[in-house]
């Protein structure tokens, strides 16, 4: 069974630092595009970012040059490293599997709350 | 950036009836564009992908058509668990974009 838990998700001032953790199981990280997309409460869905270990990373421009993403395929995880935090990032964070080397989400974690907030 | 353009906002409809949701790309995706449906509380779910192609488990009253610009999700006949949220993605180019959102609620 494929399963995605997203961890690290808090309450941080602007212009923060975060980490998020996607640990995957039932699957290899590696063989599949691996995104994050973000929902802001009430609001739709917004892709963030991607990242295949094959050697593909791509960002949307709202985060390019604030976050990072990458990935640790010994412990089948994903992180997105984000820094310089705003309010507008203030969203649920989901991890997504994509259908092999497409980004075709089959598969998403349960998501994990993002609060940038003084 | 190719942008999304889903309608109507809402759409309400009584149990039994048919849904019609549609999908407007600013440039042509091909058949490069996915559904997904979406409860309160929960993460979505992927039910179309490559315009047509429905997921595994997904129910024959959910069909999707289009390709270019112009798509289309059809409910064939709304079950109480359908009234949701439906989002459609495009895969043609990075960035990858979301449309807005339909809601499908309860007349």
Known sequence: EVVLVETGGDLIQPGGSLRLSCTGSGFSVSDNYMSWVRQAPGKGLEWVSVFYSGGI???????????TI??????????????????????????????????????WGQGTLVTVSS | ???????????????GERATLSC??????SSYLAWYQQ??????????SDASNRATGIPARFSGSGSGTDFT????SLEPE??????????STWALTFGGGTKVEIK
């Open chain 1, 57 to 67: 990373i791509y960002y949307a421009d709202s985060v390019k040059g604030r976050f």
């Open chain 1, 70 to 107: 990458s990935g640790d395929i010994s412990k089948n995880t994903v992180y997105l490293q984000m820094n310089s935090l705003r309010a507008e990032d203030t969203a649920f964070y989901y991890c997504t599997k994509g259908r092999g080397r497409s980004s075709i989400y089959d598969y």
């Open chain 2, 1 to 15: 950036e190719i942008v999304l353009t889903q309608s109507p906002a809402t759409l309400s409809l009584s149990p």
């Open chain 2, 24 to 29: 407007r790309t600013s440039q042509s995706v």
């Open chain 2, 39 to 48: 409860k309160p509380g929960q993460a979505p779910r992927l039910l179309i």
């Open chain 2, 73 to 76: 999700l059809t409910i064939s």
């Open chain 2, 82 to 91: 359908d009234f949701a949220f439906y989002y459609c993605q495009q895969r």
